[in-house]
């Protein structure tokens, strides 16, 4: 995770992003805390990467890269005000002992914001932000299958906004965000999937942090949280309404270093 201390509004590169509707600073350090303090109550130990001024959307550790077993495959951000982010990345997981691989020229990637494993499947998010061929240079790198997903909704920029695994077998996801041959290929590859309802999609229901049989997501998404505990989740919610300003929540602000929990090599 990364402190929320340069983290603002500062240019709009999705349709959540106005610098009309700044976030508010100090609200969004009180949400980051609850969020940082709530993951350590379930167990989980965080690294901090520390904060840049300039950058403010390295506070979205998602999308520093794709973490599989000692490696990181950096991300090469399709926008320009992004791209700095990446050097920053390189140099944490350097030093955290992780070997750094880096996208050939021109593939756009942008990590697990668009890549996340379902047991031993890939599955990729594409067109908004990353390349297909950039998701399948991945997988091949990996010797894994991916199923590329395209998504049609520009509120659902990154796979990882309306696509959450659970487990090797479940998932969260909004449908209307892929196009229908993603929505037919989710139903084949995936046996137990939990559909999102429009509401609670726009608060980012999908996009949560799952840490064994607990999920820890935004308020205000109280059909989710009956789905899941109808197959055994605890869902642990907390605010995060200034970072969904920014086109983020719970997942956006982490990058899980030891694999996903639905994640076959975990």
Same mark, same amino acid.
């Given at each position: 995770?990364?402190?929320?201390?340069?983290?603002?509004?500062?240019?709009?590169?999705?349709?959540?992003?106005?610098?009309?509707?700044?976030?508010?600073?100090?609200?969004?350090?009180?949400?980051?805390?609850?969020?940082?303090?709530?993951?350590? $109550? !379930?167990? =989980?130990?965080?690294?901090?990467?520390?904060? +840049? &001024?300039? #950058?403010?959307?390295?506070?979205?550790?998602? /999308?520093?890269?794709?973490?599989?077993?000692?490696?990181?495959?950096?991300?090469?951000?399709?926008?320009?005000?992004?791209?700095?982010?990446?050097?920053?990345?390189?140099?944490?997981?350097?030093?955290?002992?992780?070997?750094?691989?880096?996208?050939?020229?021109?593939?756009?990637?942008?990590?697990?914001?668009?890549?996340?494993?379902?047991?031993? $499947? !890939?599955? =990729?998010?594409?067109?908004?932000?990353?390349? +297909? &061929?950039? #998701?399948?240079?991945?997988?091949?790198?990996? /010797?894994?299958?991916?199923?590329?997903?395209?998504?049609?909704?520009?509120?659902?920029?990154?796979?990882?906004?309306?696509?959450?695994?659970?487990?090797?077998?479940?998932?969260?996801?909004?449908?209307?965000?892929?196009?229908?041959?993603?929505?037919?290929?989710?139903?084949?590859?995936?046996?137990?999937?939990?559909?999102?309802?429009?509401?609670?999609?726009?608060?980012?229901?999908?996009?949560?942090?799952?840490?064994? &049989?607990?999920?820890?997501?935004?308020?205000?998404?109280?059909?989710?949280?009956?789905?899941?505990?109808?197959?055994?989740?605890?869902?642990?919610?907390?605010?995060?309404?200034?970072?969904?300003?920014?086109?983020?929540?719970?997942?956006?602000?982490?990058?899980?270093?030891?694999?996903?929990?639905?994640?076959?090599?975990?």
């Amino acid at each position: 995770m990364c402190p929320p201390d340069y983290y603002g509004i500062e240019y709009e590169i999705n349709p959540w992003m106005s610098r009309s509707q700044q976030s508010n600073l100090d609200v969004a350090r009180q949400q980051w805390e609850a969020l940082h303090q709530l993951l350590q $109550t !379930l167990n =989980a130990r965080i690294e901090l990467i520390a904060p +840049v &001024k300039g #950058l403010p959307d390295l506070v979205f550790t998602a /999308n520093a890269g794709l973490i599989w077993k000692d490696k990181a495959f950096l991300s090469l951000f399709r926008h320009e005000a992004r791209q700095g982010e990446t050097a920053v990345d390189r140099d944490w997981f350097q030093e955290a002992g992780f070997e750094t691989i880096e996208m050939p020229d021109d593939y756009f990637f942008e990590g697990a914001g668009d890549a996340l494993f379902c047991g031993d $499947t !890939l599955f =990729a998010g594409y067109l908004i932000r990353s390349d +297909v &061929k950039a #998701l399948q240079w991945v997988a091949g790198e990996m /010797n894994c299958r991916v199923i590329p997903l395209q998504l049609v909704d520009e509120f659902y920029y990154h796979l990882d906004t309306c696509f959450c695994p659970l487990s090797e077998t479940e998932a969260i996801y909004y449908p209307p965000a892929f196009d229908s041959y993603a929505q037919q290929a989710l139903k084949e590859h995936i046996p137990h999937l939990i559909p999102v309802v429009d509401q609670e999609a726009q608060r980012f229901a999908c996009n949560a942090v799952v840490i064994g &049989k607990s999920v820890a997501l935004n308020t205000g998404c109280p059909q989710l949280e009956k789905d899941l505990k109808e197959r055994g989740y605890e869902a642990h919610s907390t605010p995060l309404d200034e970072f969904i300003k920014a086109g983020g929540s719970a997942k956006c602000l982490t990058l899980r270093l030891d694999g996903e929990c639905a994640a076959a090599w975990s």
